[in-house]
């Protein structure tokens, strides 16, 4: 952390100051929780490592579409204090029963039909219809969950810059890769070491329908911990 | 016809009258109030995070050890402020705040060094103790 500082009080850059900042917001322990569970939803298709790839660059999708998204909003001259108010202020308020839902729906306790969830959600048993779609919907939506730290680095730092001109909008694109790095990194060392153990004992459906029962735990222990920590 | 027209300009000219007197009164408390008072502000929510509340902290022990003296007097205080509860918002409206904000403030003068704090409070305190020192020296002098 210290050595990325360092790298930023340097930078004149704004690509690299972006890039830092967004390396910066995904190894904070902030928002390590939804990370967590980000890196679970992305090698739930354990079996292939290039899907589990493909997967994180579709999360890194959705994040760079909702940071820029906002960056944009901002940019067309939306009132910046109140809009950045409300994402830091209701962010984190969202995601814990979003979460709790989403695991539930992975586990199939209770089945719901909403266009959105149930592509997120769609039942463990058939497999073909998760679709790359379901990363770009949690990308879109773990974006939005802004926590005090990654509010600041966004709306502080990045958005300020981002603002100033009309050339400065990629930035939050370079902010968002940034950000989906260390998740696709973790979740394809994952499912590189894991299917090789898979492939040992030659149990790999049974795995992983197992792994993807424990990813719909990991969602709803995630939702708790955020339930708890926002509300109680 | 002569007293009655100038007590109609009177009671034409007399409410600013009235309103002058009051503003440059008023004005003058909030100047003797404030002139040589800094005030440093944390806004934050009812979650935090393990920065948010080493940013209070480091801010709070960095001004008690820089400045022994005035925050003994009350010459330069520290306010910890949740945005969520509703007694709050005045204050935070005055100050233009909606999210969360580390603020000196001193009259009307207003440094915002939230992103300094979120940058090092936590992994360079050194460097953020000199920036505070060096912003609260600087709001001495003016």
């Not at chain 1, 579709?58 to 108010?85: E, H, M, N, P």
């Not at chain 2, 944390?42 to 920065?51: D, Q």
């Not at chain 2, 801010?59 to 003994?72: D, G, I």
Request: net charge positive.
């Amino acid at each position: 952390m210290e050595f990325l500082t360092n790298l930023l009080d340097n930078s004149t850059m704004p690509w690299l100051t972006a890039l830092l900042l967004g390396l910066m917001t995904a190894i904070s322990p902030c928002p390590l929780a939804t990370n967590i569970t980000a890196i679970g939803f992305i090698s739930k298709d354990i079996e292939n490592r290039n899907r589990v790839f493909l997967n994180g660059l579709f999360y890194t999708l959705g994040r760079a579409i909702t940071y820029t998204g906002l960056a944009l909003i901002i940019f067309l001259g939306v009132d910046q204090l109140k809009f950045s108010g409300f994402f830091q202020r209701y962010g984190e308020k969202f995601i814990g029963p979003l979460l709790l839902i989403i695991g539930l729906l992975m586990l199939d306790v209770i089945r719901i039909k909403f266009p959105g969830f149930s592509r997120l959600a769609s039942g463990m048993q058939n497999k073909k219809s998760w679709s790359y779609f379901d990363a770009v919907l949690l990308g879109l939506v773990f974006a939005l969950a802004f926590c005090p730290y990654s509010g600041v680095l966004y709306f502080g730092m990045l958005v300020p810059m981002t603002v100033t001109s009309a050339s400065g909008l990629y930035l939050p694109l370079v902010f968002a890769i940034a950000t989906g790095i260390p998740v696709i990194i973790i979740a394809w060392l994952l499912a590189y070491t894991v299917s090789g153990v898979g492939n040992v004992y030659n149990r790999m459906k049974t795995f992983e329908l197992w792994f993807r029962r424990v990813i719909a735990i990991l969602f709803i222990a995630v939702g708790i911990y955020y339930i708890i920590r926002v509300y109680l | 016809m002569k007293t009655y027209r100038l007590i109609i300009v009177l009671l034409m000219i007399a409410p600013f009258i009235g309103c002058t007197g009051q503003t440059s009164e008023s004005e003058a408390k909030v100047a003797d109030n404030n002139s040589d008072k800094i005030e440093a502000y944390y806004f934050h929510f009812t979650a935090r995070c393990v920065t948010c509340n080493t940013i209070e902290a480091r801010t709070k022990e960095n001004l008690e050890n820089l400045y022994p003296n005035q925050v003994k007097q009350g010459l330069i205080t520290f306010q910890s402020i949740n945005l969520d509860e509703a007694s709050n918002k005045t204050l935070a409206k005055k100050l233009k705040v909606a999210g969360q904000a580390l603020l000196l403030v001193k009259g009307n003068q207003k440094i915002n060094i939230t992103n300094e704090g979120f940058m090092y409070a936590v992994v360079k305190p050194e460097k953020f103790k000199e920036i505070i020192n060096e912003k609260v020296d600087g709001l001495m002098i003016k």
